[in-house]
T-cell receptor, first 110, second 120 residues
Framework: QPVLTQPPSVSAAPGQRVTISCSGS????????VSWYQQVPGTAPKLLIY???ERPSGIPDRFSGSKSGTSATLVITGLQTGDEADYYC???????????FGGGTKLTVL | QLQLQESGPGLVKPSETLSLTCAVS??????????WAWVRQPPGKGLEWIGA???????YYAPSLRRRATVFTDTSKMEFSLTLTSVTAADTAMYYC????????????WGQGVLATVSS
């Protein structure tokens, strides 16, 4: 079982806003930065958010990240059909001394 | 521009050893702020950390794989590798190599992945 918990799926219509949650504990999300990855089926994951709130060059500001306590959230606004993908959160776990991922959330743009 | 490229046999027999290599170009392996990692993804499932190493040779392994996985590097060849012993069908997965950033712990570059199938 993944150390971080994400909802298996979310959906919304084009143009709408969607949030994806990532729940952890004091040994991971509560203590470390969170990253988010987008994975289109058949391709490698792509970094979307790092250091909990930062976007790499080229990632539109429709994507944003935040954290509160032991939970993190990815928000996507102005949904586009091209946003359909699997989304993963990741961080380091101080107890396990290894990186950990969430189980992934499939985003469907209706 | 950093590029990572995995290679290795596509098919491995049960109980044998899986060996994969990641060729690194466009950035030094000996970096104080990065580590080099392997992540896998079984068909239809999520991402799983396998292990990683830094420029000092320190290694980190997922508890479930620690006894079977080894990550090591050959800086002269600009590559790092993964061996996974005693494989079973449960080890069938897409294997990715990636570069991680210390303290922030995110992967800023990924290889395209290599599919390893365990089957007799």
């Amino acid at each position: 079982q993944p150390v971080l918990t994400q909802p298996p799926s979310v959906s919304a219509a084009p143009g709408q806003r969607v949030t994806i949650s990532c729940s952890g504990s004091t040994s991971n999300i509560g203590a470390k930065y969170v990253s988010w990855y987008q994975q289109v089926p058949g391709t490698a994951p792509k970094l979307l958010i790092y250091d909990t709130t930062e976007r790499p060059s080229g990632i539109p500001d429709r994507f944003s990240g935040s954290k509160s306590g032991t939970s993190a959230t990815l928000v996507i606004t102005g949904l586009q059909t091209g946003d359909e993908a699997d989304y993963y959160c990741g961080t380091w776990d101080n107890s396990l001394n290894i990186g950990v991922f969430g189980g992934g959330t499939k985003l469907t743009v209706l | 521009q950093l590029q990572l490229q995995e290679s290795g046999p596509g098919l491995v027999k049960p109980s044998e050893t899986l060996s994969l290599t990641c060729a690194v170009s466009g950035a030094p392996l000996r970096s104080e702020i990065h580590y080099w990692a392997w992540v896998r993804q079984p068909p239809g499932k999520g991402l799983e950390w396998i292990g990683a190493l830094n420029y000092r040779g320190n290694t980190y392994y997922a508890p479930s794989l620690r006894r079977r996985a080894t990550v090591f590097t050959d800086t002269s060849k600009m590559e790092f590798s993964l061996t996974l012993t005693s494989v079973t069908a449960a080890d069938t997965a897409m294997y990715y190599c990636a570069r991680g950033r210390f303290l922030s712990d995110y992967f800023d570059s990924w290889g395209q992945g290599v599919l390893a199938t365990v089957s007799s």
